[in-house]
């Protein structure tokens, strides 16, 4: 069968404050409405935002100047450094103008002394002697800083009057007679030997036309 339900199974309501109110014997309250915005409030709330903006723009114009001189400091660390690049830029200019200017002054120095002191014995290769024809057919050589003139007759007839030493490497037909070339050179150009090395002879006679040898004689 089914069962009635029981007087405790059914929900329980909160108490309605109007039924509260009525079995009270009083009369139900009325909602509160929120107020409405007036003039005074609008006024209110103008001041509040204009002082809110007046406060960010005093705070903006605090941060102002130290923006303004971290600028400054910033344009002109960037004028030194271009002023800094100018300057080493032209002082390279100048060194290598400079350079320039020194390297033409030796190049002209060396194509004025290096011609005269070939001339003159002065300067010249290993062994290499100074020399050159004069118009009159002799030839001219220098050693030691001295002048020898000598046409091949004047070369052939002084050794025409020695006798020949002993050949220990070098030597030179001339007249058919067999000369060790430093004899030979020192007689024919009237030079001290001492002046002179056996290589500078050889070039001498080569220069002169004579064929040497440089094995002794059999």
Known sequence: MPST??????????????ADA????LAPAEEIAPPKPGVEWLAAMLLDVTSHLMSAIDRAARLRDPLERMADAAEASADAAQAEAERRAAATRIGRRRLAIAIVALAACLAILLPAAHRYG?????????????????????LGGVSYEVTRA?????????????IRK?????????????????VGLGAERASFSSGQALSILHKLGYQTQDSPPR
């Open 22 to 25: 009525s079995s009270r014997g």
């Open 170 to 186: 070098y030597w030179v037909v001339i007249g058919g007679r067999r000369f060790p070339v430093k004899q030979a050179v020192g």
């Open 122 to 142: 002065l300067w010249s290769g290993h062994d290499e002697v100074a020399s050159y024809e004069t118009p009159g057919g002799a030839h001219r050589f220098v």
């Open 5 to 18: 339900p029981r007087k405790e199974d059914k929900p329980l309501r909160p108490p309605s404050r109007t």
């Open 154 to 166: 004047q070369f052939e007839a002084r050794l025409g009057k020695v006798e020949p030493e002993p």
